[in-house]
C-alpha cells in the first residue's frame, strides 16, 4: 500500500521547487509516494502525445529514484487506438529514468462510458504497459459512485473494466462522489472495479470553487487497507498544509513546516472557516453561532472579545503572505477572511442597527466565505 499525494489537479502545475518540498515532506512517511498527473500540464493531457523537451524531462526525473516512489502517468485525451505507441514510449522512457510506477488516466473524457470504450481504453493501456514491471494504476472513466447512475451505460463499462484489467494492476475511485464525504462504498468499489480500489482522495481539492480552500485535519480519513492519495489544491502553502495533515493521520506527529511561515494562529484561524466544503470546524461552528447571535441582537462581548484578538492576526497574516512560497496565490482567500471579519467587528461596535445594517449590507464583502454569508444575511 501507498500514502501520498496525487498532482492530479485542474489549474497551474506545481514548480520543481514546489514539488520537490512535497516530495521532501512525504520522504518520511513510509511506502509514500507521488502521483505526477496535472491536467493543466499540456503535454500530460491535451498534447500528451508529444514528448517533453530535455530541460523538461530533466526536471521530471530529478523526482524519480527517491525515497518517495514517483508515479509517471498520462491522461490520452482523445486518443485513437492505434496511438498506444505514442503512449509506450512515452512511459517507458519514464520508467528508463527511474519512475516507481506508472499510471494512464481516463477520466473526464467527453465519451458516454459503456462498454466498448472500457475495451478501448483497456486495450490501449495493455498495449502500452505490456512487458513493465513496475506497479500500474490506471483510471477509469467511471471513477465514483454519482458516475453510476449519472451514465447510462456506467455498470457495463464498469463489467468490461473487471474483466479486462490485468492482474495485479489497480484502479482509482473517489468515493460514492467526486468529492466525498465519507469514504464508504470501497468494498463495493472492490467488486466493481475487480481488485483494491486506489483511494483518489478530494478532500482538499479546489479547482471546481472560487477563493475557497479546505484545511481539514484528516484523522478520520485513512481508509484502512488501502492505498491512499490527496489530490490537493493548486494553491501551494494549502498543499504543504495538506501534507502535514495527511502525515498527522498517518501516525508521524503535527509537525509545521518552515515554508507555511510563523503566523500559526492566523492558520488555525482559516483552518476553522475553510475546513470542510460542507461545514466549518467545531470551534469554527461555535464562534459563527456568537457571531451570528451578536449579529442578531445578543450581548456582542464575547464576540467582540475574539473579533478583537482575530483580526489583528489575521491583518499581519495578510501582510506576510507574499513571502511565503506560493503566498501569492493564498492572499485573496486569506484578504477575504480577514475583511468579513472586520466589516462585522466594525458593525457590533457601533451597537447601531442601522449603522451594522449599512456595513453588512454595503460592504464589498467576499460572499462565497462562510462569514461573509452570514453577514449577507443580516437583512
Known amino acids: 500500500m501507498y500514502h501520498g499525494i496525487v498532482e492530479g489537479y485542474y489549474g497551474k502545475p506545481f514548480t520543481a521547487k514546489q514539488r520537490k518540498v512535497l516530495l521532501d515532506e512525504l520522504s518520511r512517511v513510509e511506502d509514500s509516494a507521488y502521483f505526477y498527473a496535472p491536467k493543466d500540464d499540456p503535454l500530460h493531457r491535451l498534447r500528451w502525445k508529444e514528448p517533453y523537451s530535455q530541460e523538461e524531462w530533466q526536471s521530471l526525473q530529478s523526482f524519480m529514484g527517491g525515497k518517495t516512489r514517483f508515479f509517471f502517468s498520462i491522461s490520452p485525451w482523445k486518443f485513437q487506438s492505434s496511438q498506444w505507441d505514442s503512449a509506450r ?65 456506467a455498470d457495463e463499462y464498469l463489467r468490461v473494466w473487471r474483466e479486462m484489467i490485468p492482474e495485479g494492476w489497480s484502479s482509482f475511485w473517489t468515493g460514492p462522489m467526486v468529492v466525498s464525504e465519507k469514504m464508504s462504498d470501497l468494498l463495493l468499489a472492490e467488486e466493481l472495479l475487480g481488485s483494491k480500489p486506489v483511494v483518489w482522495d478530494n478532500i482538499l481539492a479546489t479547482d471546481y470553487c472560487l477563493r475557497r480552500i479546505y484545511l481539514a485535519g484528516l484523522n478520520n480519513r485513512v481508509p484502512g487497507g488501502y492505498s491512499w492519495f490527496i489530490n490537493p489544491s493548486e494553491i501551494f502553502p494549502v498543499a504543504l498544509h495538506g501534507v502535514m495533515e495527511l502525515k498527522a493521520a498517518l501516525g508521524y506527529g503535527r509537525h509545521w513546516p518552515e515554508l507555511l511561515g ?63 512560497e506560493g503566498g501569492w496565490e493564498l492572499l485573496p482567500v ?39 454569508a452570514l453577514a449577507a444575511g443580516k437583512h
Not at 477509469?140 to 449519472?150: I, Q
Request: glycine share 8%; hydrophobic share 40%.
Open 89 to 153: 514510449r512515452k512511459l517507458l522512457r519514464a520508467e528508463d529514468s527511474g519512475a516507481g510506477g506508472l499510471a494512464i488516466l481516463f477520466d473526464d473524457v467527453p465519451d458516454e462510458s459503456a462498454g466498448k470504450l472500457a475495451e478501448r481504453q483497456l486495450d490501449f493501456a495493455i498495449r502500452a504497459l505490456e512487458g513493465t514491471d513496475l506497479p500500474v494504476v490506471l483510471c477509469p472513466s467511471v471513477y465514483c459512485g454519482e458516475f453510476r447512475e449519472r451514465f447510462s451505460h
Open 262 to 324: 510563523d503566523k500559526r494562529e492566523a492558520w488555525e484561524i482559516m483552518q476553522e472557516f475553510h475546513y470542510l466544503p460542507w461545514k466549518a470546524g467545531e470551534t469554527g461552528g461555535e464562534i459563527l453561532a456568537r457571531l451570528s447571535g451578536a449579529v442578531n441582537g445578543d450581548d456582542p462581548g464575547d464576540a467582540l472579545e475574539w473579533l478583537n484578538r482575530a483580526v489583528p492576526e489575521m491583518s499581519s497574516f495578510v501582510e506576510s503572505i507574499p513571502l511565503l
Open 334 to 372: 486569506a484578504r477575504d477572511l480577514y475583511r468579513s471579519l472586520s466589516v462585522i467587528r466594525r458593525a457590533l461596535e457601533t451597537n447601531d442597527p442601522a449603522a451594522s445594517l449599512h456595513y453588512f449590507m454595503h460592504a464589498r464583502l467576499p460572499y462565497e466565505n462562510p462569514v461573509a
